[in-house]
């Protein structure tokens, strides 16, 4: 028996789509996607109830001549260095690939109503509609959160180091689970973590901003876990930045107090009478640079990371915003042209290009390369060349280019038709040709460490890059069409 069910969008137009009262929900949203090229429906019936992909349309007592809404949900992707997990906001799927997939105990955890995802380097933790938290991967990197699961009731926010997970609750406390090293144990600061605001990581290290401005760490000493030695400098605390091993907090002055490893970030007091005025800090993995309210730059860290930018002093003036590689800056100036510093060989030295670089909308970076759309959605790159530096094998397909996502050694340019021009290391996600036929109509393009995942209009999902850290979703294609 055939069943024919009405399908409406917000705007008001609809389609009425023909298929076997044997089908699941799944099956009407995939036709409705594909007609409306509107990605991941949420279909919604008369009574206000949302209809689960996987429920058989009997089950859900669809009749002949029904009538559904189809609310379009944006898709967001997660990853770890091997793996991507793929979910909707306050959806009841999360569909992961690569590896690892599983929990600690071999399973594939439930979820309901999923509001955010957050990632370690081998693992993931959800926050769920109710405030409860589900993780899952190597729990050596935070995958396993048994031990303080009952404390886990509701979670506001999470933020990561490379092996921890570090979760604000309502009440303003936080709880910590992961490696110890790594700042998975806060039981030394747990009653010093009230009212907490947000919080920052290094990669073995936690920064927690309080209501009233002052600040609590924890984690690796040589990290930035211990800021006793600013303590009494950290007041009035707005916003906090870091590089692998240092904090920098900006404070409500305007200044900036530093602590962590001092070889990377953690000490400027070469620079402290400079830095006043400061709106916003970027980091390299060893090195800051500040931006100030008069479009002028001080930096400092590691000379070799961008932390020395004297040599460019002087053309580092209204500048609008900076990207960072691992090891080197490039800021964009008000008059669209780039100033570059740092390791040369990570993309500090534009000189080859920089006649070309004019009228500059955005730059994108790997971690040894950056590239840059102009006004005109051509691209202009530079930096280590086997790692996206070197965009000129299709330098004439870059047209009307849209935006650049990248991976840490590759990039990928979606452009106004839909398609996807991809350049840079071809194992990390530099050669799409396999799947080029496929990336049509692309609407968004996410990444791992070493694969892309582009998302359609009609909401299928197209991977490529290293197979076994997410370039092959082929395993999750069945669970794909319900999330």
Partial sequence: ????????????????????????VGDLRLLAQKFFQLGFLKLVDTKNRVLHPEEFLQAVELKE???????????????TANCIALFCCEGDQVV?????????????????GVQQVQTTQDAFAAILADGSVVTWGSSFSGGDSSHVQPQLRGVQ???????AFAAILATGSVVTWGTLQSGGDSSNVKKQLKD???????????????????????????????????????????????TKNAFAAILADGSVVTWGSPF??????RVRDQLKGVQQIQATSLAFAAILADGSIVTWGDPHHGGDSSDIWDQLENVQQIQATKDAFAAVLAVGSVVTWGNPHFGGDSSLVQEKLKGVQLVQATDYAFAAILADGSVVSWGAPQSGGDSSDVWDQLKDVQQIQAT???????????????????FDGGDSSRVRDQLKGVRQIQASGQAFIAILADGSIVTWGAPANGGDSSAAADRLAFV
Avoid: N, Y
């Fill in 1 to 24: 028996m055939m069943l024919r069910v009405s399908v409406a969008i917000p705007s008001g137009r609809a389609e009425t789509f023909e298929l076997p009262e044997s089908s699941k």
């Fill in 65 to 79: 001549g029904d009538h559904l809404t189809a609310i379009a949900r944006e898709a967001k992707v997660a990853a």
């Fill in 96 to 112: 992961t690939w690569g590896s690892p997939e599983r929990g600690p105990h071999g399973r594939i955890p439930e979820f309901k």
């Fill in 157 to 163: 926010q999470i933020q990561a180091t490379s092996g």
């Fill in 196 to 242: 907490v605001q947000q919080i920052q990581a290094t990669t073995r290290a936690f920064a927690a901003i309080l209501a009233d401005g002052s600040v609590v760490t924890w984690g690796s000493v040589f990290e930035g876990g211990d800021s006793s030695r600013v303590g009494d400098q950290l007041k009035g605390v707005k916003e906090i930045q870091a």
């Fill in 264 to 269: 990377g970030g953690g000490d400027c007091s």
């Fill in 408 to 426: 840490t050694r590759a990039f990928a340019a979606i452009l106004a038709d839909g398609s996807v021009v991809t350049w840079g290391s071809a």
